[in-house]
């Protein structure tokens, strides 16, 4: 049979390679030897005959088209390797720009939300699972805003109450709406003011009066939102707060804002004894508890960050009215209404009238 050989084999050359070759493994005894040449795409097989002892076969078949199929397959595969790292690389692009970087800007954003921070937003303009996602958390962020500002008027209870029975003179509506176009709620107002602050203030550096400032409105605020309290506003360096009026017990709501005011005394004297011991000066406050209904309303648009809240009614006007008159009962300078007085039988005799004012203000006795 014709055998076919690649252009570049040399009979002469080759064909003496493999008799060499076959002859050296037929004197070794080492039955059948091949070799496979490359660079010349064959493969030279030398057998020992069987029938004519002494005599070398040697065959030469032409293998460079394996070597061709292996090289394509071989670069085929490379091929594939390279557009697989480069596939991996862009989709390791588009997960980061479709899905993790939104879900960091997320994150940061709830991080921002759980320091308080309810003006940031994380909402992703986009109409798969993940955008509506983010714009549900936007929606979230924007009713968390918007109790802390109710919240900073009227206690929990009061909003909980509210949501769940209405107020009958709005007719229902949300919570934000009744609140909004305003609403009627009995309350325990409580106004503390700091004696002699604006002389303070022209006699001590701004430091001293903003570190002192904080302070009392950090250990002030903590004992009053203990005492189911809310806090309204602090104004300049007053406090204003309200308790919901519970009508099922009005003498817990009494004894709770009473507390809270005794409270407050006691803690600035822990604070002067702190203050004295670092060499500053002591200060002085007042405390006063007015009983009856107000008026909350919004003022402002509810969609504004500048939307705020206003308490109007007598009880704020009385209770910085009788926080002034704490200055004439040094040694325990809490003064109520004497509504809240007749809800606090179990003070007995403690409570007197504020001489010159028996009918307005009730004090504690002087022991």
Known sequence: EKIHLPPSY????DYSEGALLTAKAASKGLGSVFRVFQEKGILIVAVQSQSFPGKIVVGVENIAHIFEEIQTKFWLLVGLLILSVISIFFLGLVTSSRIVTPITHVKRGLDAVAIGNFDVRVGIPRSDELGQL???FDQMIKELDRRKRLTTIVSETTLDAMAKHGDSDLQGGSLADRLTQGSRVSVIFLVSDIRNFTTLC???PVKVITSLLNNHFDRMS???GAHGGRINKFIGDAINALFYLNENDR???AKRAIETGLE???SLRKINLSRAQSGLFPYSIGVGLAMGEVIMGGLGD???PYFDHAVMGSPVKDASWLESLSKLVPHCPLVMCPKIARLAPWLGDKLVPLRDYDEKAVVFRHS
Do not use: D, F, G, Y
């Not at 040399?10 to 050359?13: A, P, V, Y």
């Open 264 to 266: 407050m005394l006691n």
């Open 202 to 204: 022209e006699s001590q």
């Open 302 to 304: 509810p969609r504004s």
């Open 222 to 224: 903590e004992i009053i």
């Open 10 to 13: 040399s009979i002469e050359k």
């Open 251 to 253: 003498q817990e709501t």
């Open 134 to 136: 983010t714009q549900a």
